[in-house]
Each structure stands twice: as C-alpha cells, then as structure tokens.
C-alpha cells in the first residue's frame, strides 16, 4: 500500500503525486491538520480549508478510495500511520514556502528514503525558470520569456476507481473539523472549482485584457481561492485557457505565470517573508502608530478608495489585484506602516492567502526592490478611484458616507500630499547614499 499526503493539492485531477502513488499500486489518501499552520492562521481560512479536505474525502469515496485525516506535526503523524498501515512508499507534491522546506526536511529525516516528491503546485515548479548562466531571475519580463518558452506539462486524468485496499478492521479514518467561518464561503471542492473554471472561460476570459484592472473585481476570474489549496490544477487552468485562445486568454496565463515568478522568488529568497527584497528599503523611517493601523486595517481612514478595499476584504475575503496595489501603496509609501506588519495582517484576511503571492505583490507594490516598480511611482488614490471605479458604484457599496465620490469623506488620517513627499523625501535619500539616485 502507498500513501499520498495532501498539502496545496486538495483535487484528484492532475495531481502527479496520486498518478504516481497509484502507479506503484493501492493507495490511501492522507492529510494532516498541522497546528503549525492552523493555529496561526483565521477562522475563514480553518473553515475553507476544512471544507475542501472534506470535498476530497467524497471524491476518494465516490472512487472507491480511502482519505484519511489526522492532527498533529507531520513527522510524527506520518511514520506513525506508515507503521500502523505497513505503506511502501509516501508520494506528495512538492511545496516550497520556507515552513514547507523545514517541514519536508524533517518529514524525510523521519522517513529516510520512502518520500517521493512531485511537481504539481505551480506551472512550472519554483527553481526550475533559470537565467542562462543558472542563476534565478529577479525581474518577471526576463522570467516571463522563459517560463512562456518551456514544455508545458502533461495533464493527468483523475482516477476513475481506486484500486481495493484492505485497511485493519475498525480503523479509524479521522475526523474533519468543522468552524464557522466569519465569512460567506465559495462552494468547495474540485469540481465547483472545475465548473468555476468553465463559466469563467466562457462568459469573461474573452474581455479579460479589458476589465481586469477594475475595482470591483467584477472582470476577473474569483479562481485563486482554489488554487491556493491546489483544488484546481493551474496546469490544467493554463491549457483550458490556451485553447480558448485571444488575448484575454493571453493576459490571464500571464497572471499565473506571475504566480510561478512569486513562488520562485521565495524559493530562491526566504528572507523576503521578513526583510525588503532590497535591503536598502529597511532603512525607510517606519511608523509604528497603532491607531494609524487600526484605522488602515478597520477600513476608517477617511480616504473613500482605501477604505473600501479594506472594508470589502473584511466582509469577503477578497479585493482584486488593482484594490491590492493600493492598500499596499498607502500602507508602505504613505502611511509608512512597517510592512511586514500589513502585509501578514491583510493575509490573514484574504481568503486566497497565499505566502509567495501576497509578500511579492506586497514588495512589488510598496516598492521594495521586487521588479520593476521604481519607487518613486507613487499612486494617487484619488486618480485610482476615478479611472477604476468611474460612477462610484462600487465606492458606494463599501463606504457609503463617500456617496460615491473619490475625496476623502471626512478629515483623513494622513494629508496625502505631505505623506508623498515625507516619502519621496526618504526613498530619494536612501537612494542616493546607495549610488542609484533618481530617474523618472
């Protein structure tokens, strides 16, 4: 018997790790509830990934499999449910976030040689998009090139029928928690995410090019709550994508090859998870004001753009990539928040939270040395108002004192231009004693 230990890979289709395992003959499916992980995470992720783990236990079920579920570090559980059910051989996709690598290592200490790792999480597996000289890449348009030039992977169908396993009489297969969650949740399991998916391709893949950027985030495609936990297969996403074809298609691959780039950012640089990709921008004078945090993460900072992000992502775990760019935008460039800070703070809201994405999208926009994202860009969250969200409904909805309107509805929290030039001020500063001065 073998057993394959589900992590971000919560699906039965294109999962290398299950093909594998099945390849090698019967199989039982495994996943560990890791204190490590839950206990330092919110109520609405606990209960979406809960939710999912049980969507897979029917789908092994409806197939004539087994899941099994267990609590507690997984080098301890999974020597333990080895000995208990005599398995061959544990298969499992690789991860690659700096908790994930410490876990792995220590899964393999205590299972020497009975690990095999797959690839499975990404498109393209962190570390594997290398510059010529073999080195990684740091700017995506260079990353982008490659990643969009290399063989695509092979799909993989999932199993019809689980081949029959004998589990010892009266075994105990585990318990899924339940929690209510703080907020409305998707549906879950593989196949809403697959249905998902196909009203997606169909009804706004097409003008995807043209209303991604909005602020309602009425264009974009609400998949990355499934791919966070690896429900929906991005490879299979890609090629569906693909094959629809246009170039609203083109720009929405783009965006997971954005999150291949995250992942092979943190695989390469861990201390992103706390330090600025580029050292220097430490040196910025953080704020350290709780009220003025409170204010930025409760969504009452006066600035009608900001507040609604904030407040949206509070009541539903989401906010699109350009709301995103802006709270980070404020939060690093003009309130002067320490980022780290932020950054985890507004994770733990985001249903879709995951580690890679979030710190680059968070270095990327607060201008801390990922890409190209100079930073002396500084957005004016008056203009983002007007030119994503142009009527105000959408600012309407969220805060409803602005009446819709883009200026600030009661006296803000920070005086925007004297913070963009407190900010210039600073950045130019550190730029300057580095030897890299100021361009525009």
């Given at each position: 018997?073998?057993?394959?230990?589900h992590?971000?890979?919560l699906?039965l289709?294109d999962?290398?790790?299950?093909?594998?395992?099945?390849k090698?003959?019967?199989?039982?499916?495994?996943?560990v509830?890791?204190?490590?992980i839950l206990?330092n995470?919110?109520?609405?992720?606990?209960?979406?990934?809960?939710?999912?783990?049980?969507?897979?236990r029917?789908?092994y079920m409806?197939?004539?499999?087994?899941l099994?579920?267990?609590t507690?570090?997984p080098?301890?559980?999974l020597p333990?449910v080895?000995?208990?059910?005599?398995?061959?051989g544990?298969f499992?996709?690789?991860?690659?976030?700096?908790?994930?690598?410490f876990r792995?290592?220590?899964?393999q200490?205590a299972?020497?040689?009975?690990?095999r790792?797959?690839?499975?999480?990404?498109?393209h597996?962190?570390?594997s998009?290398?510059?010529?000289?073999?080195?990684?890449?740091?700017?995506?348009?260079?990353?982008?090139?490659?990643w969009w030039?290399?063989?695509?992977?092979?799909?993989?169908?999932?199993?019809?029928?689980?081949?029959?396993?004998?589990?010892p009489p009266?075994y105990?297969l585990?318990?899924t928690?339940?929690?209510?969650?703080?907020?409305?949740?998707?549906?879950?399991g593989?196949e809403?995410?697959l249905?998902?998916?196909?009203?997606?391709?169909?009804?706004?893949l097409p003008?995807y090019?043209?209303t991604r950027d909005?602020?309602?985030g009425?264009?974009v495609s609400?998949?990355?709550?499934y791919f966070?936990?690896?429900?929906l297969?991005?490879?299979?996403?890609?090629r569906r994508?693909?094959?629809?074809?246009?170039?609203?298609a083109?720009?929405?691959?783009?965006e997971?090859?954005?999150?291949?780039?995250?992942?092979?950012?943190?695989?390469?640089r861990?201390?992103?998870?706390?330090?600025?990709?580029?050292?220097?921008?430490?040196?910025?004078?953080?704020?350290?004001?709780?009220?003025?945090?409170?204010?930025w993460l409760q969504?009452?900072?006066?600035i009608?753009?900001v507040?609604a992000c904030?407040?949206?992502?509070?009541?539903t775990?989401?906010?699109?990539?350009?709301?995103?760019?802006v709270?980070?935008q404020?939060a690093v460039k003009?309130?002067l928040?320490?980022?780290?800070?932020?950054?985890?703070?507004?994770r733990d809201?985001l249903?879709?939270?995951?580690n890679?994405s979030?710190?680059?999208?968070w270095?990327?926009?607060g201008?801390?040395?990922?890409?190209?994202?100079p930073?002396?860009?500084?957005f004016?969250?008056?203009?983002?108002?007007e030119?994503?969200?142009?009527?105000?409904a959408w600012?309407r909805?969220w805060?409803?004192e602005?009446?819709?309107?883009?200026y600030?509805?009661?006296t803000?929290?920070?005086?925007?231009?004297?913070?963009?030039?407190r900010y210039?001020?600073a950045?130019?500063k550190?730029?300057?004693?580095?030897?890299?001065g100021?361009?525009?």
């Amino acid at each position: 018997m073998n057993l394959v230990w589900h992590r971000a890979d919560l699906r039965l289709h294109d999962n290398p790790a299950l093909s594998e395992a099945l390849k090698a003959g019967p199989a039982v499916g495994l996943v560990v509830f890791d204190p490590n992980i839950l206990q330092n995470t919110t109520p609405r992720r606990r209960a979406w990934f809960y939710q999912n783990v049980a969507a897979l236990r029917e789908g092994y079920m409806r197939r004539g499999g087994s899941l099994l579920v267990r609590t507690g570090l997984p080098w301890e559980v999974l020597p333990r449910v080895v000995g208990e059910l005599g398995v061959k051989g544990v298969f499992a996709v690789r991860n690659s976030t700096p908790y994930a690598r410490f876990r792995d290592r220590k899964v393999q200490e205590a299972l020497p040689g009975r690990v095999r790792w797959l690839e499975g999480q990404y498109i393209h597996e962190p570390g594997s998009i290398l510059k010529p000289d073999g080195g990684p890449y740091t700017v995506f348009t260079p990353f982008s090139k490659r990643w969009w030039a290399a063989q695509a992977p092979v799909l993989l169908e999932a199993p019809p029928r689980f081949p029959g396993t004998t589990l010892p009489p009266e075994y105990d297969l585990g318990t899924t928690p339940e929690e209510a969650p703080d907020i409305p949740l998707p549906p879950a399991g593989e196949e809403a995410a697959l249905g998902a998916l196909e009203v997606f391709l169909r009804d706004k893949l097409p003008h995807y090019h043209q209303t991604r950027d909005g602020l309602a985030g009425e264009g974009v495609s609400r998949l990355s709550y499934y791919f966070t936990l690896g429900v929906l297969s991005p490879r299979l996403a890609a090629r569906r994508a693909l094959e629809v074809g246009g170039e609203g298609a083109r720009k929405w691959v783009n965006e997971l090859c954005w999150r291949d780039f995250s992942g092979d950012l943190l695989y390469h640089r861990p201390q992103m998870l706390n330090s600025a990709f580029d050292p220097r921008w430490d040196d910025l004078p953080w704020n350290d004001d709780r009220d003025l945090f409170a204010a930025w993460l409760q969504g009452y900072t006066g600035i009608p753009v900001v507040d609604a992000c904030m407040r949206e992502l509070r009541a539903t775990g989401f906010l699109s990539n350009r709301g995103r760019m802006v709270v980070a935008q404020f939060a690093v460039k003009l309130a002067l928040l320490p980022w780290q800070q932020c950054e985890r703070a507004f994770r733990d809201l985001l249903l879709d939270g995951d580690n890679a994405s979030n710190l680059q999208g968070w270095h990327w926009a607060g201008g801390l040395g990922v890409d190209a994202a100079p930073y002396f860009r500084v957005f004016n969250l008056i203009t983002q108002a007007e030119t994503h969200d142009p009527g105000g409904a959408w600012l309407r909805r969220w805060v409803p004192e602005s009446d819709g309107r883009p200026y600030p509805y009661k006296t803000p929290v920070l005086d925007l231009e004297l913070a963009r030039k407190r900010y210039l001020a600073a950045a130019e500063k550190i730029a300057k004693k580095a030897g890299a001065g100021i361009s525009s």
